[in-house]
């Protein structure tokens, strides 16, 4: 597949080149161990970003929502002390300026893709965005999404295909793996494949990875916890922690059959402040 798409670099990370990139965490940061935990693994097994929540939109208000701020904090000092950049949603304007402590990469949440003020605020502040698909969304609303950061001046956007609602409920939403690469050749931008929100059981996640690799994926964002039965948030999709590193492989295998790579290793972690 060609890929001729604008490589977006995060400090020194590029995303859309020959290599893939890793970003993988739990859904909710929940407490340091167990972020410090994700992030040790992450690293290990190739991950340049490490992913986490700290304010959460749940469906339901009584569900869990996130430690906020002390959430951000933890993700920053695991993801320094492993070397990983990191990826997490940002529900609100005026989040944006603090958020750059913690965030390096600003993930808009799915429910949030049309939100017009917090993408044109995202355009107006140069972040890197991970702009998250609607799940009720077209592809071309999609892309008109991601015009509304670009258009402000931040071409630093990366797209993400989560799964659309569809008819079946065999699986939590439907992987469109055909948007993956129309996204890329209409708009030239990466995209990055989240097989966790699509599949909703960890049951399914290694072969929509694997088929989102085969797409053209420029990324994967994977959600892992150390002991999924005790997540507070998204636990029956969670990978197991320790088997991340056998599914990387296998999306490293995908990956060098198409020409293309997957980080191998860990970076050199960040000295403590
Ligand atoms: C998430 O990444 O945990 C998340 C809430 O994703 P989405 O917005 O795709 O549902
Ligand atoms: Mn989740």
Redesign the pocket.
Known sequence: MSNSVRVVNIRDCAIGGAELMVMAGP??IESREQIFHCAEVVAASGGRFL?G?AF??RTSPTAFQGLGWDGWKLLREAADAHGLLTVS?ILGEEQIEPARRYVDFA?I????MQNVPLLRALGRSRMPVLL?RG?GCTIDEWLHAAEYVTGEGNEHVVL?E?GIRTFETATRFTLDVAAVAIAKARLGLPVVV?P??AAGQREWVECLTLSGVACGADGL?I?THPDPARAL??GPQAVVLKELPALVEKARRVAQALGRTVAAGARQPVAAA
């Open positions: 859904c909710s992913r929540g959460k939109v949603e993930q949440g799915s429910r949030n998250k799940f993400c989560r989240d966790s929100h964002l959600e948030s998204d």
